[in-house]
């Protein structure tokens, strides 16, 4: 079975700079999400979909953070303008979409932005 | 609102060592809670996940446990080796949500 796919691996930008991220989970999985984790930090929640609609966005800072998810498959992030605080690994992750007691979430392998 | 704490944040062991990772959770009301492995550079790996009716999980050499009503899960690892080496962290999910909530982690490092 496929994982989550993310590119690009590795981002280098500078402030003011836009970045976009893209994410593609495991087949069959309703459900994706994009966190933001910040050094030493656990992963925080910026959005999640589920099909192509968004159940939670409460933590996506909508004045420079923008989220797709087309057809309810592949997903983009995007940031315009970035800023020096938005340096962390932006981390894709997929579950089926269940009963949540056993809801597993698989994860892709991020990506990590520097903002310079 | 979930809050979720780990303790330690960083801990350093000699191999062959038991030892236990803690998760404190503040709202007991969760359907499941899962730990996850972090190595560096690379995305989250599930390890175990514990539905909110059970009270322990064990995979090989990792065993959790969840306290439901004290608000507290451990990761237990046996005869740990530096393969082990990497960040752990705790995540639930509230009852009413669909949104899993993440610990800052522990950062174990086993040295040979």
Do not use: M
């Amino acid at each position: 079975e496929a994982g989550v796919a993310q590119s690009p691996r590795y981002k280098i930008i500078e402030k003011r700079q836009s970045v976009a991220f893209w994410c593609n989970p495991i087949s069959g999985h309703a459900t994706l999400y994009w966190y933001q984790q910040i050094l030493g930090q656990g992963p925080k929640l910026l959005i999640q979909f589920q099909n192509n609609g968004v159940v939670d966005d409460s933590q996506l800072p909508k004045d420079r953070f923008s989220a797709e998810r087309l057809k309810g498959v592949d997903s983009t992030l995007k940031i315009q303008p970035a800023k020096l605080e938005d340096s962390a690994v932006y981390l894709c992750a997929s579950s089926i979409w269940g009963d949540r007691s056993y809801e597993k979430l698989f994860f892709g392998s991020g990506t990590q932005l520097s903002v310079l | 609102k979930q809050e979720v704490t780990q303790i330690p944040a960083a801990l350093s062991v000699p191999e062959g060592e038991n030892l236990v990772l803690n998760c404190s959770f503040t709202d007991s009301a969760i359907y499941n809670l899962q730990w996850f492995r972090q190595d560096p550079g690379k995305g989250l790996t599930s390890l175990l996940l514990i539905q909110s009716s059970q009270r322990e999980q064990t995979s090989g050499r990792l065993n959790a446990s969840l306290d439901k009503s004290s608000g507290r899960s451990t990761l237990y690892i046996a005869a740990s080796q530096p393969g082990d080496s990497a960040t752990y962290l705790c995540a639930v999910i509230s009852s009413g949500t669909y949104k899993y909530i993440f610990g800052t982690g522990t950062r174990l490092k086993v040295l040979a």
